[in-house]
C-alpha cells in the first residue's frame, strides 16, 4: 500500500508545533510572562507614568516631568521617612540573619520533637501578618503588654514601657515584630542548605582536628553562602516594601518615627488622593533596590 | 444596497442604534449597589438590608445590595472605585471627600433642595463638605462627631461634679483625676479620626488656623497657634501619660475599657459599646462639648453622605433610590435604628424621637451648629486631605507634647502648609 507523501509547505499541525523546542518553550513561558505583564510590569510603568504627572484622584493628570521628585526632596518628611526606612531595613535584616542562621543550625540537629519543633518555629511566617501584629499590638499595649506586666512584677522596672508612644522605642516595636515574622523564613531555607553539605565533609574535618567553630566557617558557610545571599536579597527587597506591620502597629507614629516608605505613599495616594506624589514617594525605593539587585547579583554570577 | 457609501450609512446608522437600544428602552436595572462602611451600629447596617432594601425591592422591582468595608478603609474602597470606573453607583462619603472625588459625581441638587424643604432646612456648617460651586454632590444623612467622653464617677470622686466648661479648667480637673490614678488619654498618634477630632478644635479654640479663607495663605505662624500648643504641651503632661502619643484611634476605646483613663475625645461608639459589653462602665459614661477657648468652642465636621457615581448605568434610577430613602418616612425610621449615633443635618430631626431614649447623645446634635472640617475656615479642597493625611496639625501638638519647643514645631508645620498649599 502506497504511503501518503509528508506535507510540503503545508500548516504545522499543533503536535508539530510543541515538538519545535523553541515554540514549545514560548508556550511554557507564556502564561507566566503574561503574569507579569499583567500584575509586575503594567503597575510598575503606570507608577513611574503617574509619578510624572500631578494627578489627583478623579482628574486628569498634568505632566510635570520631576516636579513630584524635587517636591519630596524639599520635604523634611521624606527623609525622616528615609532614614526611617533604611535603619528599619538594615536593622531587621542583620537580626533575621543572626537569628535564621541560628534557627537553621538548631533544627539540623538530631534531637526528639525535631519535626514538631520545625513545625512550631514556621508559625510565624504562617499566620497573616495582620493578625499576628494585632496580637503584637495587645503585647506592647501600656494595660495589657505581657512585656510589661512581667518586667514590672519581676521588680526590674517600676513603670512600664511606652512601646508605641515614645519615638525610639516605637521603632524598636517594629523591628521585633519584623524579626519575629522574618526568622523563620531565614531558618528555613538555610535549613535547606544545610542538608545539602554532605556529613563526610564535617567527618574529614573534624578527623583533621577542626573545632565545631572551624568546621562552621570553613565549611558550613561557605557552602550555604549563594543561599544566604539569596535570601538576604529577598528579605531586604521584602523588608524594605513592608506595610502591613508599621500600618498596623503605629501608622507611621509618633510623629513620623515609624514612618517608611510604603506607609507615606498610601498616606500620600490614597488618604491625600495625590496619585502622583503617592507613586513618585513609592517609587524612590526603587534605585537602592536596583542597585542591591545588581550588586548581588553580579557577586553571584562571579562566584 | 447598490453603493459602498449606502453600505456605510446603512451600517453606521445600524451600530449606532444598537449601541443606544438598551439607553432608549429605559428599562430599570434589576439591581443597584450601595457601599458603605461598616457602622459601629449593627442595626443601622440591618435596617439596610433587612427593612429598606426589601421594601424599595417590592415596591420597584430593583434589588439593593448594601456593600460594607471595614473602619477606615471607605477612602481607600472610594479611590478605587472612582479610578476604575466601576462597583456600586452609590456611595457613602465622609469629611471632605465630595470635594475630592467631585468630577466623579452626580449632581444631586434637586433631592437636596426638596428634602431641605420638607424636612426644616439643612444646617449651614455640613454645605462645606457637600456643596461644590452651588452643586451638591452628596446628601448628607448624619455626623459622627467628636465629643468629650468621661467617667462621671471619677469626676465626681475627684470633686468636679459638672464637666468643665473651658480648656483650663479641664486641665485643672485632669490633674487632679490624674493624681488620684485616672488619667486623661486624647490621642496624639496617627489614627485616622480620634487626633485631629480634637487637636483642630483645639486650635480653633484658642484662634488659631491652618489657613486662610483663599485656600493658599498659610496662618498657622501665630501667636493663637502657640498658645494653643503650649496648652497641649502642659494638658498632656500633667494629664496623660507617653502612650497617647503613639495611638491609632483603637487605642482610646481599649483604655477605656480597660479602666485606664478618665476621659477622652470620640464618638459616640464608646458608649454604645459599654451598654453593650461594659454595662458597669456605661453607666458611669457620659458626654460634653468639647471646651471653650479663649476665641470659642469647636468641633469636628464628619457628614457621613450619600453620593452617586458618575459611572452608574441608570443615574436616574439612583437618584430616584435616593429621593425615596431621603423620605422622611425611611430616613427617620434609619436614623431611630442608628441609635443617634449620625447626628442629623435636618432641622425636622433636631427635636426628633430619636434623641429621646438616651439623653446622654444630645451633646453631638449640640455641636452640629459649631461643626468644621479640618483646615477650616480654608476652602475643602485636595490640599486639606494632603494635610489631613500628612498629620501636619497633629503632629505639630504630638512634638511639642514629647518635649520639642513650640516656635519648631510650628515652622516645621508652616514649612509643610506652604509646600501643601502651594503657598509663596
Known amino acids: ?104 543550625l538548631v533544627m539540623n540537629q538530631a534531637f526528639r520533637g525535631r519535626n514538631l519543633a520545625r513545625a512550631f518555629l514556621l508559625l510565624p511566617f504562617i499566620v497573616p501578618t495582620i493578625l499576628s501584629t494585632i496580637a503584637w499590638m495587645w503585647i506592647f499595649d501600656p494595660t495589657f503588654s505581657v512585656i510589661n506586666w512581667t518586667l514590672v512584677h519581676t521588680g526590674a522596672i517600676r513603670t512600664g514601657f511606652s512601646w508605641l508612644g515614645n519615638a525610639t522605642l516605637a521603632m524598636v516595636a517594629i523591628i521585633i515584630v519584623n524579626t519575629w515574622r ?46 544566604l545571599i539569596i535570601v538576604t536579597m529577598f528579605s531586604i527587597i521584602f523588608t524594605f516594601a513592608d506595610f ?29 488622593g495625590q496619585l502622583g506624589m503617592g507613586a513618585a514617594a513609592a517609587l524612590t525605593m526603587l534605585p537602592a533596590l536596583v542597585l542591591l539587585i545588581i550588586g548581588l547579583t553580579l557577586y553571584l554570577r562571579r562566584e | ?185 486624647f490621642e496624639l498618634g496617627h489614627g485616622f479620626g480620634d487626633n485631629h477630632g480634637w487637636l483642630y478644635p483645639l486650635l480653633w479654640s484658642y484662634g488659631g488656623r491652618e489657613v486662610d479663607k483663599d485656600g493658599k495663605t498659610v496662618l498657622l505662624d501665630s501667636s493663637e497657634t502657640a498658645a494653643a500648643v503650649d496648652f497641649c504641651r502642659r494638658f498632656y503632661k500633667e494629664t496623660m501619660f507617653e502612650d497617647v502619643l503613639g495611638w491609632t484611634d483603637v487605642n482610646n476605646n481599649k483604655a477605656f475599657f480597660g479602666e485606664q483613663i478618665s476621659c477622652t475625645n470620640n464618638a459616640s461608639s464608646i458608649l454604645v459599646v459599654g451598654k453593650r459589653d461594659f454595662p458597669e462602665i456605661a453607666k458611669v459614661t457620659d458626654h460634653a462639648l468639647n471646651p471653650n477657648g479663649p476665641k470659642g468652642r469647636f468641633h469636628m465636621l464628619n457628614p457621613q453622605s450619600h453620593a452617586i457615581l458618575t459611572h452608574a448605568q441608570d443615574q436616574a434610577a439612583a437618584k430616584a433610590f435616593l429621593r425615596w430613602l431621603y423620605d422622611d418616612k425611611q430616613l427617620s425610621a434609619w436614623l431611630v435604628a442608628g441609635d443617634a449615633y449620625y447626628a442629623p443635618f435636618l432641622h425636622a430631626y433636631d427635636n426628633h424621637p430619636m434623641w429621646n431614649p438616651e439623653p446622654r447623645y444630645i451633646p453631638y446634635k449640640e455641636s452640629l451648629k459649631t461643626s468644621r472640617l479640618p483646615g477650616w475656615p480654608g476652602p475643602a479642597s485636595h490640599a486639606m486631605s494632603e494635610s489631613v493625611a500628612k498629620y501636619v496639625v497633629v503632629d505639630m501638638f504630638a512634638k511639642a507634647c514629647r518635649g520639642d519647643a513650640t516656635k519648631d514645631v510650628i515652622a516645621t508645620a508652616v514649612g509643610q502648609l506652604k509646600q501643601i498649599y502651594k503657598a509663596k
Do not use: C
Open chain 1, 244 to 272: 502591613q506591620i508599621v500600618y498596623a502597629l503605629t501608622h507611621g507614629g509618633p510623629a513620623n518615627a515609624t514612618q517608611v516608605y510604603v506607609t507615606y505613599a498610601f498616606d500620600l495616594g490614597m488618604s491625600a
Open chain 2, 1 to 185: 444596497m447598490s453603493t459602498r457609501r449606502e453600505f456605510l450609512t446603512v451600517s453606521i446608522v445600524g451600530a449606532t442604534g444598537a449601541a443606544l437600544a438598551p439607553r432608549l428602552a429605559g428599562a430599570a436595572p434589576k439591581s443597584m449597589s450601595v457601599v458603605h462602611e461598616s457602622s459601629f451600629i449593627k442595626p443601622f447596617d440591618d435596617f439596610f438590608v433587612k427593612q429598606l432594601a426589601p421594601a424599595y425591592e417590592k415596591q420597584t422591582g430593583i434589588k439593593i445590595n448594601y456593600e460594607t468595608v471595614s473602619v477606615g478603609s471607605m477612602l481607600t474602597r472610594l479611590t478605587t472605585i472612582v479610578e476604575t470606573k466601576s462597583g456600586p453607583e452609590i456611595t457613602a462619603t465622609g469629611l471632605n471627600w465630595p470635594w475630592l472625588f467631585d468630577p466623579s459625581l452626580v449632581d444631586v441638587t434637586d433631592i437636596a433642595s426638596d428634602t431641605g424643604k420638607k424636612l426644616g432646612g439643612w444646617y449651614e456648617t455640613v454645605t462645606d463638605a457637600v456643596v461644590i460651586n452651588n452643586k451638591w454632590k452628596a446628601l448628607p444623612w448624619g455626623n459622627i462627631g467628636q465629643l468629650e467622653v468621661y467617667r462621671t464617677d471619677w469626676f465626681k470622686e475627684a470633686g468636679v461634679t459638672k464637666f468643665p466648661d473651658n480648656w483650663e479648667d479641664l486641665l485643672a480637673a485632669g490633674r487632679l483625676l490624674k493624681k488620684a490614678g485616672h488619667p486623661f488619654g
Open chain 1, 1 to 104: 500500500m502506497a504511503r501518503a507523501a509528508p506535507e510540503v509547505g503545508g500548516r504545522a499541525s499543533p503536535r508539530r508545533l510543541l515538538e519545535r523546542e523553541g515554540a514549545f518553550s514560548w508556550i511554557m513561558l507564556a502564561p507566566g510572562v503574561l503574569f507579569l505583564i499583567a500584575f509586575v510590569a503594567y503597575p510598575f510603568f503606570y507608577g513611574i507614568y503617574l509619578s510624572l504627572q500631578e494627578r489627583q484622584v478623579a482628574k486628569a493628570g498634568l505632566f510635570v516631568g520631576l516636579g513630584n521628585f524635587v517636591t519630596l526632596f524639599h520635604d523634611g518628611v521624606f527623609w525622616q521617612v528615609s532614614r526611617n526606612t533604611f535603619l528599619y531595613t538594615i536593622v531587621t535584616t542583620v537580626l533575621k540573619l543572626l537569628g535564621g542562621l541560628a534557627m537553621a
Open chain 1, 182 to 227: 522574618g526568622i523563620p523564613f531565614y531558618g528555613i531555607t538555610l535549613l535547606a542548605g544545610l542538608q545539602t553539605i554532605s556529613p563526610e565533609l564535617y567527618e574529614a574535618a573534624a578527623m583533621d582536628g577542626a573545632s565545631i567553630n572551624q568546621r562552621f566557617w570553613h565549611v558550613t558557610l561557605p557552602i550555604i553562602k549563594p543561599i
